[in-house]
């Protein structure tokens, strides 16, 4: 299971139809790519940052003039203003860009772009690992929220790559799944990935997490990250804050799983993460029918920030982060 193909070609799986169709689409241009960012064709933040830096490789081979790509990068880094690894990426090609002989240009962003990807899914590897083992007992149920797996990343996922290394355990008894409002990213792509890989899955709607957890049948929640403030505080998809606020009150573990891509150290707290606002007809409408009158006021943000003190630790590839604090979060990362 991939969220993109990549074999000097660049084709990404067409998140906006699944689970009802799979489609691969070709990516030709950093502009097709900002589309297909923007439009949620393909999401996640790691991922993201993956397809920006093949789509810049590629422009490479167009143009290796720098001014060029640099524009191009701008162009890519801007797609999403949330989710810190799509800068990331592009300012890692950009610098490998200024130091490569304009020959040589388009080869070294490829081979920079491919060492991306497969860092990516070495980092979900270890953050399945680390996730699995810090979380105890023989037979765990845990709630999820939006979708945090292979179609959100290079590998095997970050809060899904926990649940995929507990299931290979034997420890997992059930996974939860939020819908994960307005777009459907946990009923349509985690619940998808699941079943894809014969994991015990049951869907809920987010509003009925609540009385979930307040039954006792959820161990831990477990979730993923856009951006990741220096303080600890977590960037994720709308919806994330208000479990995080229901697992305290239940006393139930809140894990956050990310790479170190995903952290922003020049981001001082989460009031300083940028937050996406969507269309309104993502929230008006369902299936392009409109479900509310006309002229209904909407607030839709994509995300939400969970302050430090509510997550109780967040798996890096580098280490555990916990207790969630400015000062061990500098430690794992140094």
Not at 19 to 36: D, H, I, K, T, Y
Not at 201 to 212: I, N, P
Not at 248 to 276: M, N, Y
């Amino acid at each position: 299971m991939a969220a993109l193909r990549w074999d000097g070609k660049l084709f990404v799986l067409d998140q906006r139809l699944l689970p009802w169709e799979e489609r691969w689409v070709e990516v030709s241009s950093a502009e097709q790519a900002v589309e297909l960012i923007r439009g949620l064709a393909v999401r996640g933040a790691p991922v993201i940052g993956l397809v920006a830096a093949y789509a810049l490789a590629l422009e490479a081979h167009k143009n290796p003039d720098l001014s060029y790509l640099e524009a191009q990068g701008q162009a890519l880094a801007q797609a999403r203003p949330t989710a810190v690894n799509l800068p990331h990426a592009v300012s890692l090609l950009l610098q490998v860009a200024r130091e490569t002989p304009e020959p040589e240009r388009a080869k070294a962003l490829a081979a920079a772009a491919e060492a991306l990807h497969r860092a990516d899914a070495e980092a979900c590897l270890r953050m399945a690992q680390l996730g699995a083992a810090f979380l105890s007992g023989p037979s765990l149920s845990v709630l999820t929220h939006c979708n945090a797996g292979a179609l959100a990343t290079g590998g095997v996922g970050t809060a899904l790559g926990v649940v995929r290394a507990l299931h290979a355990s034997g420890r997992l008894h059930r996974l939860y799944a939020c819908e994960a409002r307005p777009v459907l990213q946990g009923a349509r792509l985690t619940a998808w990935e699941a079943v894809q890989d014969g994991l015990p899955v049951t869907l809920l709607a987010d509003g009925a997490a609540g009385s979930l957890l307040a039954s006792g049948a959820v161990h831990a929640v477990v979730v993923g990250a856009d951006r990741i403030a220096a303080d600890g505080s977590v960037a994720n998809k709308v919806g994330t804050y208000p479990l995080a606020v229901l697992a305290q009150r239940h006393r139930v573990p809140f894990l956050v799983v990310a790479p170190t891509t995903t952290f922003d150290l020049a981001c001082p707290s989460g009031a300083a993460i940028p937050i996406e606002s969507r269309p309104a007809a993502e929230v008006r409408e369902c299936a392009g029918r409109a479900v509310t009158a006309e002229g209904v006021g909407v607030f839709n943000p994509a995300f939400d920030v969970t302050p430090p003190e509510l997550v109780t630790a967040i798996v890096c590839e580098r280490g555990v982060i916990a207790p969630v604090t400015g000062e061990n979060l500098q430690r794992v990362l140094a």
